[in-house]
Every structure is written in C-alpha cells, then in structure tokens.
C-alpha cells in the first residue's frame, strides 16, 4: 500500500514539472540583473558573476571587455581576455589560465520596486481591489439569490429556465460583447468601473454566474426541508429563511464561489481595455499589458517582477482556502467521491 502511495506521489510530482517550470522562471526572472537575463543557457537560479584575473602574481577583480577569439584586429591576442582592472582602470590582456569567473547567488528585489515606480500600479492595485470585492459581493448575493429560487420555490417553466441558464455555459462571452458595449454606452458607463461589476450584481455575467448559479442550487437542495418549516412556523418569509438560515449554512459554496469570482475579476483583461480609457482608471491587468508595450525588451526583469506582483494575491488566496474550495465544490454535486 505504501509503495503504491509513493508511486503516485512520484508520478504527480513528475507530472507538475511542465506546470511549474513557467512559474520558476517567473520568479526567477524577476530576480535576476538584466545583463544576466539574455544569458544562453539561462541560469537555474539569479546568479551574479564576477571575473578575476591574475596580474603581476596577484588575482584582481576586472570586466571583460573582449572575450578569445572577437577582436580579429588583433591575432597575437587571439586567444587572450581583455580586461579592465576595476581598482585603477587599466586595460590588460590575459590568458585564459590566469583568468576565472565566480558565481555567486544574488537576487536583485530592486526590480520590483522599479517596477512598482515606473507605472501607477498602486493606483491600478486599488482599482483592481474595487472592482474584484464589488464582483464577489454582486455574485454571491445574486447568484445564491437565483440558485435558492431554482432550489426551493415552485414557479411554471422552473427546470426549463435552469436548462437555459446551464446552456448558457457553451456560449463564448465574447458574442455579447457588441451589444454589452452598446447598453453600457447608452447608459453613459464607458471609462467608469460600473460594466466591470454590475452585471454581476444581477448574476449576469457571461458564464460565471450560470455556473455559480448551478453550485448554489446543488448545496441547497441538499439542506433538509425540515429547517424551513421550522422557520415557517416562527414566522419566516422565504427571503427571511434565506438570509438567516440557508445562506449561513452555505458557507463553503460561498468561500468557492467567493475565490473563483475574485480570479476570474482580478485577471479579466478583456472587459477593462474595452470600457476603461483613462489611466488613472486601468486595473492591474491593464496596467500590466501598457507595461509590457513600453518595457519588455528595455526591462524584461523589470516586467516579469510586475507579473510576479500581480498574481501572489490570487496564489495567497488558493492556497489558504483551498481546502473550502475543494469542500465547496464537492458538496454543490461539482466533484464525487
């Protein structure tokens, strides 16, 4: 049994490898000096690399200035380094067995301060913040709202609407997205955060809020009948019994809902660059792609230290409440077993 266990520990730690392997040169990246990043074969880990020559008997510190075999001008130093001596500036010529290099683990964490200094990502992080907590509180209000309803109340058409809904599921979001842009633009809500939540508000948001809609239904049907009645007999209306008593009991179909809603928000990149214009207005992803127009080639370290920033928030969340997310999912009928 225990090698049985080990052996599929092996096998998922093999199969991560592909996953994370982006990830480590994300991080890596961020952390390295930009002179380094070009470097082919790339460094496993940020390294800084100081060379040394021996001059005169004595090993000194020196910047390369030409490697063997580059300067064809010329041949009687073909095979030798050229150097500059940092303490005094002296230019010399090496040979390759008086001439040595040394890495040493350096991470540079003043790319991400650059980075945070050279665009308004404080700003666009509060506008992200704003924009992803109306979401989550417009989806598990709404969404919960709609899947009580297909869970307990009686109304002609009930199964047939909830199937409509479901199907909504294989529709792309991006079919409505002209006449979307076309109401909100009547309303006057172009380059205001109000098309970027309020649809949520209404569990109408392409996609999601159908399958929102499907998790809450699942857990409530699972609620005995015999709490309701009870708060029936004290007097409770359907919406009282929602409020103090179902919703409370929904507690992990909320944090999943809660966290799914805030990942799809936090990295929506779509619906910002159509409805925002101004950049005081941009969120994080936003701001993210203007800098990686202006500085992905200038500060690629610079760049991946900002994408480093923007996705610790959504890796913070999994990892504390993965454990409700995936309670949350099995209770609403999401994952058997």
Not at 207 to 226: C, E, H, K, W, Y
Not at 231 to 240: F, H, W
Not at 245 to 259: D, E, H, M, S
């Amino acid at each position: 049994m225990k090698k049985k266990r080990y052996l599929i520990y092996i096998i998922l730690i093999l199969g991560s490898i592909p996953f994370l392997f982006p990830f480590w040169r994300l991080v890596s990246g961020s952390l390295k000096e930009k002179e380094r990043f070009f470097i082919y074969p790339p460094d496993p880990v940020p390294v800084r690399v100081k060379y040394y020559a021996k001059i005169n008997g004595i090993w000194k510190e020196v910047r390369v200035l030409a490697n063997p075999g580059e300067l064809k001008n010329e041949p009687e130093h073909i095979n030798d380094y050229k150097v500059k001596i940092l303490d005094n500036e002296e230019v010399q010529w090496v040979k390759k067995d008086n001439f040595k290099k040394k890495k040493k683990l350096y991470l540079r964490w003043k790319n991400f301060s650059d980075a945070w200094t050279k665009a308004m990502f404080g700003r666009y992080l509060i506008n992200s913040a704003f924009v992803s907590l109306m979401t989550i509180l417009g989806t598990i209000i709404s969404c919960s709202l709609v899947g009580y309803a297909f869970a307990r109340l009686r109304f002609v058409g009930k199964n047939i609407l909830f199937m409509i809904i479901l199907a909504t599921l294989m529709l792309p979001s991006q079919i409505t997205l002209i006449p979307t842009f076309i109401i909100f633009k009547t309303l006057g809500w172009i380059d205001t955060f109000k098309p970027l939540f309020v649809p949520h508000w209404f569990a109408s948001a392409a996609g999601s809020s159908a399958f929102f809609v499907f998790l809450f239904r699942q857990f409530f049907m699972t609620i005995p009948l015999d709490l309701e009645d009870a708060a029936k007999i004290d007097g409770c209306s359907p919406l009282m019994t929602y409020w103090h008593i179902i919703l409370p009991l929904a507690k992990p179909v909320v944090i999943t809902v809660a966290i799914y809603s805030f990942m799809w928000s936090w990295n929506d990149l779509i619906n910002p660059l159509i409805y925002l214009n101004s950049e005081y207005k941009r969120t994080l992803t936003l701001g993210l792609a203007n800098f990686i127009g202006t500085y992905s080639y200038l500060e690629p370290t610079q760049l991946l230290a900002a994408s480093f920033m923007m996705i610790i928030p959504t890796i913070a969340i999994f990892f504390v409440a993965q454990k409700a997310l995936m309670e949350g999912m099995k209770i609403s009928g999401g994952i058997k077993g």
